[in-house]
């Protein structure tokens, strides 16, 4: 069984029930959701001139491999309106594959570990809340350790509880 680690994004719509229909769909098509971070709103990147988003990060246990995973992450993005106008622009959802159990995966399409994690707080402070521990093949660091390292100044607030 594989072990990937998703970050969701959104700032167009309803945001919190777009994320509950994504898990949804997900633990449909993909594997079953095992770890599951606060909801995190957070300044945009990039493009400074739109809404706050709305982050999340998740992991799932499946049997897919990296690009099995990809197709259908990127098939609920269409079928939940994702349109790619612009990079870094507002979305209606986002779903990055942050980590694929310890592999390198570069292909045309997909590059894994998600090869800015390491420098957006609004993608590390959620992945500190659920696997604090894990070492970035890459880095050989901990999420932990790449958080207190990050240079990131924007603003990421823990939602409700």
Not at 24 to 45: H, M, R, V
Not at 68 to 77: G, R, Y
Not at 111 to 119: A, E, M, N, S, V
């Amino acid at each position: 069984m594989n072990k990937a680690i998703i970050l969701l994004g959104c700032n167009l719509g309803n945001c919190e029930s777009t994320f509950e229909t994504v898990l949804t769909l997900l633990n449909k098509t993909c594997g079953e959701i095992t770890k599951i971070s606060s909801l995190y709103e957070t300044a945009p990147w990039g493009n400074q001139d739109q809404s706050f988003f709305l982050n999340q990060v998740l992991q799932i246990t499946t049997t897919l491999n990296p690009e099995e995973l990809h197709f259908h992450t990127e098939k609920i993005e269409n079928e939940l309106g994702r349109i790619r106008k612009e990079i870094n622009g507002p979305r209606t959802i986002d779903i990055d594959i942050l980590f694929f159990n310890d592999l390198q995966v570069i292909t045309n399409t997909l590059i894994i570990p998600h090869p800015r994690l390491h420098l957006r707080k609004f993608t590390l402070i959620p992945l500190n809340e659920i696997i604090p521990n894990f070492i970035h093949p890459i880095y050989q660091k901990t999420i932990n350790q790449l958080l207190f390292d990050c240079k990131d100044k924007s603003d990421v607030i823990k939602k409700g509880n």
